[in-house]
């Protein structure tokens, strides 16, 4: 379902735009590959409160070629 609906989704967004995503167990590492590309920036990975990351956000890039892959960020399930 990831494989095609990241890339459709950055099609279909305006610049700007957050796509959300609840996460299966253990689908970080395939999802993380999708978005490392310049269509998506700002990317943040949100555990559950056992630690495992079950949501992903990640904004819209302005201009194709233009996303930051090196702005990701994993919050903790204790942060506020």
């Given at each position: ?73 994993t919050i903790s399930a204790e942060h506020p």
């Amino acid at each position: 379902v990831y494989t095609r609906l990241i890339p459709q989704a950055a099609q279909a967004m305006r610049s700007g735009g957050y796509l959300v995503l609840e996460l299966g167990y253990d689908s970080q590492v395939w999802v993380r590959s999708l978005l490392e590309t310049p269509e998506w920036a700002d990317v943040r990975w949100l555990p559950d409160l056992a630690g495992i990351v079950r949501v992903v956000t990640a904004r819209r890039t302005r201009e194709q070629g233009t996303g930051n892959r090196e702005q990701t960020e994993t919050i903790s399930a204790e942060h506020p």
